[in-house]
């Protein structure tokens, strides 16, 4: 151990060394981070000046899409760089951050679906107590336990894997630095902390997974005694693609932290990586946004709004007249009842 150096940068190995599929690797990326920004970027903006989309429901989605905008940002620009220019060089502090944030969404994505789960649970089975039971307090409150929650699981597990020392080698198989890779070049005795992780994680997703079948189970028993066959099929087709999307999330996550290092491959825990920290990002928007009445609706107004006021100022700098009438402002609405799908 005194000859060995010490592991002050790492090298990320990432999908390929061929330099045309390093190329295309940037291309296609850049296309996912791009659509992926536009897409939140677009969500949070509508939400945040449409008062009539001040809800609970929307209150969590604006949170939703702010973690998945961070979320793809911690990973995604820096493989582009490293495809772009050959340099695959992050240092160790870069790797610790990296670390700590990549956990940190990801948990806060779990939080996040398990309390959108409980928000429909309660919008569904208890429309009547519905506003009393998520009012403005509540709805802050679960939203800074979901992120104070995770930030604290992130140090723990960050803090425990970064005790390790890192000696035998700098490579880590991935296009990011994953703990299962780095507990792979440790020098050290990880047997405790990969148990830790294993206890934790276990745990996490297990809490989560648990209240999210329990919610959509009761919504589920009560959607099935709506009379109306178009509301009944309006519930289904909004809560399955829920549960999909959660299921592949949660999946990948448990495939990628919970199997044994000795048992890995690197194609599929690359693989696995996409769909956990690339494809939530892109995917949210589409499946709990830019899908809903409401949301399109407000984005057609926002771009309508858009043109007209670029219109208007044609106009005034081509006529040197003031406009007519401004628009009248609406006061912010609160948090009221959800808007289900």
């Known amino acids: 151990m005194s000859n060995q150096t010490t592991v002050t940068d790492f090298f990320l ?20 981070y791009v659509t992926a920004l536009l897409g939140n970027l677009i969500v949070i903006t509508v939400i945040a000046f449409d008062c009539h989309l001040h809800t609970p429901m929307y209150f969590f989605l604006s949170n939703l899409s702010f973690l998945d905008l961070c979320y793809i940002s911690v990973t995604v620009p820096k493989s582009m760089a490293n495809s772009l220019t050959n340099n695959r060089l992050i240092s160790f502090s870069g790797c610790v951050t990296q670390v700590f944030l990549v956990l940190t969404f990801a948990a806060a994505e779990l939080f996040f679906l398990t309390v959108m789960a409980y928000n429909c649970y309660v919008a569904i089975c208890h429309p009547l107590h519905y506003k009393v039971i998520m009012n403005r307090g ?108 959660f299921a592949l999330f949660i999946g990948t996550a448990s495939f990628m932290y919970m199997r044994p290092k000795t048992n890995s491959s690197t194609t599929l825990d690359l693989i696995a990586s996409v769909f956990y920290c690339v494809v939530p990002p892109l995917m949210n928007p589409i499946i709990y946004s830019l899908r809903n009445k409401e949301i399109k609706a407000s984005v057609g107004k926002m771009t309508r709004r858009i043109f007209f006021l670029k219109k208007n100022e044609f106009l005034t700098l081509n006529s040197k007249r003031p406009l007519g009438k401004k628009c009248s402002h609406v006061a912010p609405g609160t948090i009221g009842q959800a808007d289900f799908v």
């Open 138 to 245: 509540t709805c802050a409150q679960m939203a800074a336990g979901s992120w104070i929650s995770s930030m604290i699981f992130s140090a723990s597990q960050t803090a425990n894997t970064f005790r390790l020392h890192f000696c035998r080698s700098n490579a880590v198989a991935q296009f990011y630095c994953d703990i299962p890779q780095l507990l792979k070049i440790s020098c050290s005795d990880s047997h405790a902390i990969v148990i830790i992780m294993y206890v934790l994680g276990s745990l996490l997703d297990a809490v989560c997974f648990a209240l999210i079948t329990v919610s959509y189970v009761h919504i589920f028993s009560t959607v099935l005694r709506i009379p109306s066959e178009q509301g009944r099929y309006k519930a289904f087709s909004t809560c399955l693609p829920h549960m999909v999307v």
């Open 13 to 32: 190995l990432g999908f390929s060394d061929t330099r045309e599929q390093q190329i295309l690797h940037f291309l296609l990326f850049l296309v996912i």
